[in-house]
């Protein structure tokens, strides 16, 4: 998969929060074998915890996608944005523009806004959004050149809410890479989105919040590629009825 | 003077951004700044004067989703 000219190998994004532990997170990144993780941003005391933390990810070897969780208007997400950006030193940036605090569902209005705002300014931008497919086309115009469609609402583990629209999203996005991000609860979850030609997932809570993150890490990395090798090996359509498949020629009488 | 970091009332004898941050003892190189909600780049910390009862935020990095 290539991102902004960037050539990705594991198609699992992983977040970084929740974890029991900094030891337990370490741990899922090595197991989910990602390439990429989620950060944010938050208020530093003076003690200096954030620089501990931030030490800690790059050991990780992994490239950091820092988000604007959080931000509910486009001047928030566009500052917390140019903030990131210094801090990590990075030009990538996961917009998050929510616009609603129950089912923190993006404000694709907003998004395309701050999307069009960031982009002049040389960011690479990853919207979160949903599956609304002119959403889709004003994000690609504002210069994304990836879209990240909700699964089910953050945190929820619902799995994929609505699979025709991912379906849908392929379909007028061919060429464009797709992650469904939010709402992946288990392995089989992510295997569907795979198994409908999305590119990746992002996921955070269904491993973070397991018994085992490691383990749930590595359950999440092996669903990513069974879906994405079923994907590429075409799959059956589906039939009403029963088609045997053993074959009835040569089949012996016996009464 | 008087400002408000990360929505605390704190009391400052410095006044730009540059010697603020090392007055309340933040680790310059790891934090990113905003001023009345505007972003402040590092390169421009020196220059930027504060004044009485401005908000100032100072962000770190942090576990995300």
Not at chain 1, 114 to 121: F, G, H, M, Q, T
Not at chain 1, 164 to 178: C, K, N, Q, T
Not at chain 1, 222 to 242: C, K, N, S, T
Request: overall charge negative.
């Amino acid at each position: 998969m290539r991102v902004y000219g960037t050539e990705i190998t594991s198609r699992l994004l992983l977040g970084t929060a929740q974890y029991p532990s900094p030891a337990v997170l370490a741990a899922a990144v090595k197991s989910s074998g990602t390439e990429i993780i989620t950060v944010s941003l938050r208020r530093e005391t003076a003690d200096g915890s954030g620089a501990g933390f931030w030490d800690s990810l790059r050991e990780t070897g992994c490239r950091i996608l820092p988000n604007t969780a959080g931000c509910h208007s486009v001047q928030e997400a566009v500052t917390t944005a140019r903030m990131a950006r210094e801090l990590f030193d990075t030009p990538w940036i996961k917009l998050e523009v929510i616009g609603h605090s129950d089912t923190l569902q993006p404000d694709v209005f907003g998004l395309v806004e701050a999307s069009r705002i960031l982009s002049a300014e040389g960011f690479q931008v990853f919207p979160y959004t949903t599956d609304d497919l002119v959403a889709g086309e004003k994000l690609l115009e504002a210069g994304c050149e990836v879209l990240m469609p909700w699964g089910a609402p953050i945190g929820s583990g619902q799995g994929l809410r609505t699979p025709d629209g991912l379906r849908a999203m392929r379909a007028h996005f061919p060429d464009v890479p797709l992650i469904v991000d939010a709402g992946i609860g288990r392995p089989s979850d992510a295997a569907q989105a795979m198994e409908l030609g999305m590119d990746a997932v992002l996921l955070n809570t269904a491993v973070a919040k397991a018994g085992d993150p490691a383990g749930m890490a590595r359950a999440m990395a092996l669903a990513v590629e069974a879906g994405r090798l079923g994907y590429e090996a075409d799959p059956m359509e589906r039939r009403d009825m029963a088609v045997p498949s053993t074959p009835v020629l040569g089949l012996a009488e016996f009464a | 003077m008087k400002i408000i970091v990360n929505a605390e009332p704190r009391d400052v004898s410095a006044t730009d951004l540059q010697a603020v941050l090392h007055e309340l003892g933040f680790a310059c190189s790891a934090v990113a700044t905003a001023l009345n909600g505007s972003f402040v780049a590092r390169e421009q910390r020196e220059e930027v004067q504060l004044c009485e009862g401005d908000r100032l935020e100072v962000l770190a990095p942090m576990q995300g989703g």
